[in-house]
């Protein structure tokens, strides 16, 4: 049973930083990418970034491209998504999700708030 459970979301000012965490279970996920997405209330759900858990590649949407940073502990079997330059448009509920490599993502965690005030 794959279990993702995320934490670290919270209340911060435009320009700050958070780092959100997300602990998983349940398997071995080197054949696995990991990724970020976030909803904000009335919002489709948003791809952030993704990370290949075998070798670490990376992607990442426009939009958070250059204050956003994920990566991964394999130690730890925790994914990481670093955000600086906070803008209040990021405030949204952010979820952790995983997928073997090609197919879609089928694995979700229960979400973390973020919220960033002007």
């Known amino acids: 049973q794959v279990q993702l459970v995320e934490s670290g979301g919270g209340l911060v000012q435009a320009g700050g930083s958070l780092r959100l965490s997300c602990a998983a279970s349940g398997r071995t996920f080197s054949a696995y990418f990991m990724a970020w997405f976030r909803q904000a209330p009335g919002k489709e759900r948003e791809f952030v970034a993704t990370?290949?858990?075998?070798?670490?590649?990376?992607s990442y949407a426009d939009s958070v491209k250059g204050r956003f940073t994920i990566s991964r502990d394999n130690a730890k079997n925790t994914v990481y998504l670093q955000m600086n330059s906070l803008k209040p448009e990021d405030t949204a509920n952010y979820y952790c999700?995983?997928?073997?490599?090609?197919?879609?993502?089928?694995?979700w965690g229960q979400g973390t708030q973020v919220t960033v005030s002007s």
């Open positions: 990370i290949r858990w075998s070798g670490g590649s990376t």
């Open positions: 999700a995983a997928a073997r490599a090609g197919s879609p993502y089928n694995y």
